[in-house]
């Protein structure tokens, strides 16, 4: 089945303490792209990458890093979490970055940083 | 970074009512995408529009791309229990695709 897969689905963690949501595609994308959904503010874009050992910063990267070593994944790096990171992280892929080719998103994970 | 308008932020509708819900931007769009998100799972897609004008259906589900290529618009008819969750618009003019910041639906039996 195609699909973006990313774990951990659920995580609280504390200030400070680095962690890494992984993310997965098995549809051969070559753009992938992270997004945090916080209430009343849609999804906003953290970082995304057009291909392999290409990536680049969205609207909100700050306290985020990515890395693209294969063109199947894409982590999402916290290198100290902050409370003001708690949020609903979705992973997406697409064909291309071209904005009108249609993303397919992951599942979610919901992270709490206490 | 940009965001689009949209409206309303939340409806609660009894089962059978049609829904209206729109997007807008101070920008112009090539693309209009709708989404919808379940409860628990991520955004998928329900309707693409690639055309000033163009209106498209999908079932119960239609949506227009507006004239002035600044908004756009998607109508829900006959509303049923499982239409429960977030809708977001999403436009794009190049290669950036921005998102709209949701529309809630809760429907009653």
């Known amino acids: 089945e195609a699909q973006v897969t990313q774990n951990p689905r659920y995580l609280i963690t504390v200030t400070g303490k680095k962690l890494t949501v992984t993310c997965s595609q098995n549809?051969?994308?070559?753009?992938m792209s992270w997004y945090r959904q916080d209430p009343g503010l849609g999804l906003r874009q953290i970082y995304y990458?057009?291909?392999?050992?290409?990536?680049d910063k969205g609207d909100v990267p700050e306290g985020y890093k990515v890395s693209r070593k294969e063109k199947r994944n894409f982590p999402l790096i916290l290198e100290s979490p902050s409370p003001n990171q708690t949020s609903l992280y979705f992973c997406?892929?697409?064909?291309?970055?071209?904005?009108?080719?249609?993303?397919?998103f992951g599942a979610g994970s919901r992270l709490t940083v206490l | 970074g940009q965001q689009l308008n949209q409206s309303p932020q939340s409806m609660f509708i009894q089962e059978g009512e049609d829904v209206s819900m729109n997007c807008t931007s101070s920008?112009?769009?090539?693309?209009w995408l709708w989404y919808k998100q379940d409860p628990g799972e991520g955004p998928v897609l329900l309707i693409a529009?690639?055309?000033?004008?163009e209106l498209t259906s999908n079932g119960r589900l239609t949506a227009q791309f507006g004239i002035t290529r600044k908004d756009s618009f998607l109508n829900i008819s006959a509303s049923i229990p499982s239409d429960v969750g977030i809708y977001f618009c999403?436009?794009?003019?190049?290669?950036?695709?921005?998102f709209g910041t949701g529309t809630r639906l809760q429907v009653f039996p």
């Open positions: 997406a892929s697409s064909f291309s970055g071209s904005g009108a080719n249609v993303l397919t």
């Open positions: 549809m051969n994308h070559e753009y």
């Open positions: 990458s057009m291909n392999v050992e290409v990536t």
């Open positions: 920008s112009i769009f090539n693309t």
């Open positions: 529009l690639y055309k000033a004008g």
């Open positions: 999403a436009g794009s003019h190049t290669d950036k695709l921005i």
